[in-house]
């Protein structure tokens, strides 16, 4: 007898008294999910200690599986689906946690899916009662010239996430290759990253449903209706996939670029098939859709190049010499590090205000990305401390008030106006 054929009795589809032990083991994965499910967040560290705290729940699921197949074999009841689940959920936590020792998080989730679903299969088809009994499940959907059963549902989607862990470990090991070309521009490299993510994983999806045998030819139904719905309900999100690779295509922008966007002031962080990172001053993370920067007006500070000229209005006194004004604002900005001396920076006399006579200095600098308002307020503050040493006088709005005093003698003033 095999060893493993103690785990799976045999399941007769006639008997509906084994259905209360799948909803027995759906309730009590409910509760343990919504109890002891710990924090999904991702982190970059993984381990077994993070693994089992964000699936504290399948340990325990393994012991309560355990212990009802064992109490219940004192008794005349059968619980084959009881031991079954306590083999899979026993199967399914040591495969997460030794898996978890692998350090990158997607390596160790995918191996961790492949591992479970190869060996879950094995486990599944010990007896052949029990594919007998998920064969009787079907849907009505065809998969070649059979019914979609419940087994071809597991064996379709064993092969699915094989072939796409396959398609996807490609396409990333294609893409780190393509990130060390220094020939292609960061935009270029985005496109074909994309490109060749989904080639792989739309080839992935073709073998795993033809491996097992699923007709595609059934899906052409599905295929109209997911029309329909990109049609209606879905523009937006393929309005910002097709404008995402027009943005790539036509390298209008690209990772750090120095970007302005309605107020949104910031390099651009990545690029996503929806929507493109951008990163402000404050460490604000913007997502904004790839459809806005098609269709609105975007500034890219850096497009063609990575300079920029900055302008300064200052006002002085009118008794003040412009000449010396202009010398002193020139050789402020010429001070600053971030400055770049060619062109160098220019101050003109712009025009005589009310109060003020109107001035502007205009400097360059090179690094966009890391501020405009810091290099302008060194460059204000510089332009103080100077005016401050040569006693240059920096108006400010007044106003002068007269009062006139009434020196008429009383007895001229209109009646009523005295005391």
Not at 45 to 63: D, R
Not at 120 to 128: G, K, P, R
Not at 325 to 333: H, L
Request: aromatic letters at 10%.
């Amino acid at each position: 007898m095999n060893a493993l054929q103690w785990l799976c009795p045999t399941v007769q589809a006639a008997r509906p008294e084994n259905w209360w032990q799948v909803v027995t083991i759906a309730v009590a994965w409910l509760i343990l999910y919504a109890t002891c499910r710990g924090s999904n967040e991702k982190t970059e560290s993984y381990n077994p200690a993070i693994w089992l705290k964000q699936n504290a729940e399948l340990p325990l699921l393994a012991a309560l599986m355990l212990i009802l197949a064992a109490g219940f074999s004192f008794t005349d009841i059968s619980v084959p689906v009881f031991r079954v689940a306590a083999t899979l959920f026993s199967l399914w936590t040591v495969i997460g946690l030794l898996t978890s020792l692998i350090k990158d998080r997607f390596w160790a989730e995918s191996t961790s899916l492949a591992l479970f679903l190869l060996t879950a299969s094995v486990v599944l088809t010990v007896d052949d009662q029990v594919v007998d009994f998920l064969e009787t499940i079907t849907l009505p959907i065809p998969a070649g010239d059979q019914p979609l059963s419940l087994w071809k549902m597991i064996t379709v989607a064993a092969s699915l996430a094989i072939a796409l862990w396959i398609g996807i470990g490609l396409s990333r090991f294609i893409e780190q290759r393509v990130e060390t070309v220094d020939r292609i521009n960061a935009s270029s490299r985005a496109l074909i990253g994309k490109v060749i993510r989904v080639f792989f994983v739309a080839i992935a999806l073709v073998v795993g449903l033809t491996s097992v045998g699923v007709n595609l030819s059934a899906l052409t139904f599905f295929g109209g209706a997911f029309g329909l719905g990109l049609g209606f309900g879905l523009q937006k999100i393929v309005s910002n996939l097709i404008s995402g690779f027009i943005l790539l295509s036509d390298h209008s922008i690209k990772p750090g670029d120095v970007i302005e966007l309605e107020g949104t002031y910031g390099w651009i962080n990545g690029l996503r098939a929806r929507y493109v990172s951008v990163i402000t001053r404050d460490g604000t993370e913007h997502l904004i859709p790839n459809e806005d920067l098609i269709t609105q007006r975007v500034i890219n500070w850096s497009y063609s190049h990575d300079r920029i000229r900055i302008k300064v209005d200052i006002g002085v006194a009118y008794g003040e010499d412009p000449h010396r004004v202009i010398e002193i604002c020139e050789a402020a900005a010429r001070k600053q590090k971030r400055v770049i001396q060619d062109p160098p920076p220019r101050c003109q006399l712009r025009e005589f205000g009310d109060s003020s006579v109107n001035l502007q200095l205009r400097f360059w600098i090179r690094d966009p990305y890391e501020g405009l308002a810091n290099v302008q307020s060194d460059v204000l503050l510089e332009i103080w401390d100077r005016f401050k040493e040569e006693g240059i006088e920096i108006p400010f709005p007044q106003r002068d008030l007269h009062i006139k005093s009434d020196e008429r003698p009383l007895s001229s003033r209109p009646e009523g106006t005295g005391d």
